[in-house]
């Protein structure tokens, strides 16, 4: 599949739809509209791939909705150059947002099948994290912590101490917490013990699984 002249062209209608819907930050807007995201689709649904919404993608998992995913990356109020733990690599699309806004991503993907496949399509992309990992989110990554920021792409019934514990101070957690539907949480560090919390209205995610081996 190629990127075409009418993907660039729908990339930027779908860059002004997720800006009208709030979202203010350019470098994450100009990521929206360079990525191509029907390249993260199956071939069959490239129709599907610059609507404003989620979509699934194999291993009952989906690719999440385009403005969600560029309201998670503006609450990490990431800097080039940011150390940042994603929970939840699935198609890769957010994993690319993330490595176009200059981050050094570190990414779990506790399905084996989509692990595979990402880790194999991200670098063709050009789009290279610094670690795919196949494993469990919950417990974080804390060989390479601590993270300016750590993103969870799916519904944590509740908030992973290790994640909070991964974080430098100043850090952010941005997490959907929930069951049937989620409320997109922040947490920044502020001190060894203390974080600050914020709410910011309702989503709706896949569940984030835990590794029960």
């Given at each position: 599949m190629?990127?075409?002249?009418?993907?660039?062209?729908?990339?930027?209608?779908l860059?002004?739809?997720?800006?009208?819907?709030?979202v203010?930050?350019?470098?994450?807007?100009s990521?929206?509209?360079?990525i191509?995201?029907?390249?993260?689709?199956?071939s069959?649904?490239?129709?599907?791939?610059?609507?404003?919404k989620?979509?699934p993608?194999?291993?009952?998992?989906?690719?999440?909705?385009?403005?969600?995913?560029?309201?998670q990356?503006?609450?990490?109020h990431?800097?080039?150059?940011?150390?940042?733990?994603?929970?939840g690599?699935?198609?890769?699309?957010?994993?690319?947002?993330?490595?176009?806004?200059?981050a050094k991503?570190?990414?779990?993907?506790?399905?084996l099948e989509?692990f595979k496949?990402?880790?194999n399509f991200?670098?063709?992309l050009?789009y290279?994290?610094?670690?795919?990992?196949f494993?469990d989110?919950?417990?974080?990554?804390?060989?390479?912590?601590?993270f300016d920021?750590?993103i969870v792409?799916?519904?944590?019934p509740?908030?992973?101490?290790?994640?909070?514990?991964?974080?430098?101070?100043?850090?952010?957690?941005?997490i959907?917490v929930g069951?049937?539907?989620?409320?997109?949480?922040?947490?920044?560090?502020?001190t060894?013990k203390?974080?600050?919390?914020?709410?910011?209205?309702e989503?709706?995610?896949?569940p984030?699984?835990?590794?029960?081996?």
């Open positions: 190629k990127d075409t002249f009418k993907h660039k062209g729908m990339r930027k209608q860059m002004e739809v997720v800006a009208s819907k709030g203010t930050d350019k470098n994450v807007l990521a929206i509209e360079t191509p995201r029907h390249l993260f689709m199956d069959g649904f490239v129709d599907h791939a610059y609507q404003d989620a979509f993608i194999g291993a009952d998992q989906t690719i999440s909705q385009p403005y969600t995913v560029a309201f990356t503006e609450l990490l990431l800097k080039k150059g940011d150390k940042i733990l994603e929970i690599t699935g198609s890769g699309y957010q994993t690319a947002v993330l490595c176009e806004l200059g991503v570190y990414s779990i993907e506790r399905q989509l496949k990402t880790s991200l670098p063709k050009g290279r994290a610094k670690k795919l990992i494993g989110g919950y417990k974080g990554l804390e060989g390479e912590a601590p920021g750590i792409t799916a519904g944590a509740m908030v992973p101490k290790p994640l909070l514990n991964q974080l430098k101070i100043g850090g952010r957690l941005v959907p069951t049937d539907s989620q409320i997109m949480t922040l947490f920044i560090r502020e060894e203390e974080f600050k919390k914020q709410e910011f209205g989503f709706r995610f896949v984030l699984l835990e590794d029960k081996n």
